[in-house]
Structures are given as C-alpha cells and as structure tokens.
C-alpha cells in the first residue's frame, strides 16, 4: 500500500421498503481515496445486488472528492435506484470526512 492511500467511509438511512433496507438499514460507503489529488481509487457499498454495486463502483472510480458537483451531477444523470439520496447522503459523508482529514494534516504541516 502507498502512504498516499486512506480509506474513508460515509453512511447513511436508506429509504423504507427497498430490499437493501431490509438487510442492512443504513448505507455503507467506503472508498479508498489519494490523500494527496482526491482520486477516488477503490469503492465498495452495501446496496443488495451485485449489479448496483458494480454500477456505483463503475460511477465512483476515477472521479474526485475535491469536486463532489460532479460526482453528484453523474449520479444524477445515471443512477434512478431507490437508494440514490442515501448513496449521496453517504457520498457527502465521505467527502466532509476527506476535506476534514485534509484540513487538519494541513494545519498540522503549518
């Protein structure tokens, strides 16, 4: 593993009556993210198919958290499942935990 590696996680309520609320209720979102340029480089979710979470892996790999409007502009465009505010919710999440992460290493190199 490189030192410019992190994981982060975000998570979030999933709507009512949609089989991944059945099994898990919240949303996991982990990635694993460059520290240094905001890559997202791995991604994993607890949505109940393969299918949604090879898509979201498909959608997520290769953007960016420094630039979450396109992030959520390609949710927008292509994912019409149930769990899409939760996924989001959770994306968000994430991102703030990114920013945070970054905020205090730079206060820290000040």
Not at 31 to 58: H, N, P, Q, W, Y
Request: with cysteine; glycine share 6%; net charge negative.
């Amino acid at each position: 593993m490189q030192n410019n590696q992190i994981f982060i996680s975000g998570y979030a309520k999933l709507p009512q009556g949609i089989t991944a609320a059945e099994l898990y209720t919240v949303i996991a979102v982990g990635m694993v993210i460059d520290k240094v340029t905001g890559e997202i480089l791995e991604v994993d979710c607890t949505l109940s198919t393969d299918v949604a979470k090879c898509f979201v892996k498909r959608l997520l790999v290769g953007q960016n958290l420094n630039d979450l409007e396109s992030i959520e502009a390609t949710f927008s465009e292509s994912y019409f499942g149930s769990a899409k505010k939760a996924l989001l919710s959770a994306i968000r999440i994430a991102n703030e935990r990114f920013l945070n992460i970054k905020k205090d290493q730079t206060e820290y190199l000040d």
